[in-house]
């Protein structure tokens, strides 16, 4: 019988995360076009709104169902928008060890949103799932993730080299694909003692550990 996660949102003082829906189509493919989210992830571009409804309607169910991992969009508790995605993939269920993926929304940056998201998401993992180790990999350039595993309290293992293909635009516009290296991050159950706390007296957010 496959693990598989269950069918649940979390909740923060200030965002949802939940399973995707067919009105967050547009909001998506809106999303998984902006300039940042291609040049650093492997999302097809340009992404159709035909790509949202596959990744809506069968590929991110897929994830969970399969046992490899959940997707969450990520939504203002208040306004209800989308303002991003976390992953958890490549999920093992023996070794109880997953992988984080995060993208933020272009009207969303600068928030703290995806420190949050991500914390809530590991909070759950270890404490709800009694998962042993969440790992983050970000491209050697891509500083504003690396900020973010690092104020959730990840550890950096290591450089993996030439290991991954981000893209950058030439100078006729168009985008080309660009090797580079990949850093290791891992985030264990007691790394994070004391890290929401420490985020919310630096006027980050407030932690609401509610799970719904």
Same mark, same amino acid.
Request: proline content about 4%.
């Given at each position: 019988?496959?693990?598989?996660?269950?069918?649940?949102?979390?909740?923060?003082?200030?965002?949802?995360?939940?399973?995707?829906?067919?009105?967050?189509?547009?909001?998506?493919?809106?999303?998984?076009?902006?300039?940042?989210?291609?040049?650093?992830?492997?999302?097809?571009?340009?992404?159709?709104?035909?790509?949202?409804?596959?990744?809506?309607?069968?590929?991110?169910?897929?994830?969970?169902?399969?046992?490899?991992?959940?997707?969450?969009?990520?939504?203002?508790?208040?306004?209800?928008?989308?303002?991003?995605?976390?992953?958890?993939?490549?999920?093992?269920?023996?070794?109880?060890?997953?992988? $984080?993926?995060?993208?933020?929304?272009?009207?969303?940056?600068?928030?703290?949103?995806?420190?949050e998201?991500a914390?809530?998401?590991?909070?759950?993992?270890?404490?709800?799932?009694?998962?042993?180790?969440?790992?983050?990999?970000?491209?050697?350039?891509?500083?504003?993730?690396?900020?973010?595993?690092?104020?959730?309290?990840?550890?950096?293992?290591?450089?993996?080299?030439?290991?991954?293909?981000?893209?950058?635009?030439?100078?006729?516009?168009?985008?080309?694909?660009?090797?580079?290296?990949?850093?290791?991050?891992? $985030?264990?159950?007691?790394?994070?003692?004391?890290?929401?706390?420490?985020?919310?007296?630096?006027?980050?957010?407030? $932690?609401?550990?509610?799970?719904?």
């Amino acid at each position: 019988m496959t693990s598989t996660f269950p069918d649940i949102s979390i909740s923060t003082e200030r965002l949802v995360l939940r399973p995707f829906e067919e009105p967050d189509l547009d909001a998506l493919a809106e999303m998984m076009n902006d300039e940042l989210v291609v040049a650093w992830s492997t999302v097809p571009h340009p992404y159709t709104k035909d790509h949202a409804r596959a990744w809506i309607t069968e590929l991110a169910p897929a994830e969970r169902v399969e046992g490899r991992g959940i997707v969450f969009a990520v939504t203002e508790f208040l306004t209800q928008r989308i303002v991003g995605i976390v992953h958890l993939q490549h999920t093992d269920w023996r070794i109880r060890s997953s992988e $984080l993926a995060y993208v933020v929304a272009p009207w969303a940056r600068g928030e703290g949103y995806a420190t949050e998201a991500a914390l809530a998401a590991a909070q759950w993992l270890f404490q709800d799932q009694k998962f042993e180790r969440l790992e983050l990999r970000t491209a050697a350039d891509n500083t504003a993730s690396q900020q973010v595993a690092q104020k959730i309290g990840c550890i950096s293992e290591g450089v993996l080299r030439n290991a991954w293909i981000v893209r950058a635009r030439g100078g006729d516009g168009a985008w080309t694909d660009v090797r580079t290296d990949i850093i290791v991050w891992s $985030l264990l159950p007691e790394d994070l003692a004391g890290i929401g706390e420490q985020l919310a007296e630096s006027g980050g957010f407030t $932690l609401y550990t509610d799970w719904n």
